[in-house]
């Protein structure tokens, strides 16, 4: 697994804003819109490309465009969605998919309640939209789940990670292929899985739930 912390001024500036606890709503989702923008650009730095002939006012030249089949970008619901805007923004072409995963109180298994997504994902490269890499249970049987379906590769954006969720990806998901691009890598989780320092629970300050 490849781990890549995007270091840049405009990151550091924003993520800040966003770990201030007054920040409200409005400017939160705004700023994580800009902050995955920014991330996004790194991600899709090698991203598959194809030739393709146009014509300009001029002449005709050959440009260079998003290898078809697109790439499918994929929140994890909820709190995914608060990226997916910032995410289209950069790769206008690819196409959506939606997946939701929540923990059974009870087995405490990772389980699917809801997914919109192809069939078959033969020769997709797949963007996973996550704000938290907390403890990784979520986003490890979301790359299961996205291989099973024949992903041929899987790119991971998240605002934030703490070591144990990284760790937990690298245990549970030796061999496999996966990209993970974050804002900064944070000191630990505490005992109520909350990243340290973190900036709370992002599904809440995205949509004005938060305290």
């Avoid at 290898?67 to 805007?85: D, F, Q, S, Y």
């Avoid at 990209?179 to 900064?184: I, M, N, Q, S």
């Amino acid at each position: 697994m490849r781990v890549q912390v995007v270091e840049h001024p405009l990151v550091a500036h924003k993520l800040t804003v966003l770990r201030k606890k007054e920040t409200p709503s409005i400017t939160f989702r705004q700023l994580t819109e800009e902050l995955v923008m920014l991330l996004a650009y790194e991600a899709t730095r090698d991203v598959a490309m194809e030739d393709v002939d146009i014509q300009t006012p001029v002449t005709s030249t050959t440009g260079r465009r998003l290898a078809r089949p697109t790439p499918l970008v994929v929140p994890i619901l909820r709190a995914g969605l608060g990226m997916l805007e910032g995410m289209v923004r950069m790769a206008p072409t690819a196409e959506v998919g939606f997946l939701g995963m929540a923990r059974n109180e009870e087995t405490l298994d990772i389980v699917t309640y809801a997914e919109r997504l192809p069939a078959d994902l033969t020769g997709r490269h797949v963007f996973v939209l996550d704000p938290m890499l907390a403890t990784g249970g979520t986003l490890v049987e979301s790359i299961r789940f996205l291989y099973e379906r024949n992903a041929s590769r899987v790119t991971c954006i998240c605002l934030l990670a703490a070591p144990e969720g990284i760790e937990r990806l690298e245990r549970e998901l030796e061999g496999v292929e996966v990209d993970l691009f974050v804002a900064a890598i944070d000191e630990r989780l505490d005992e109520n899985a909350y990243i340290v320092p973190g900036l709370g629970d992002a599904g809440d300050r995205l949509y004005g739930l938060a305290e």
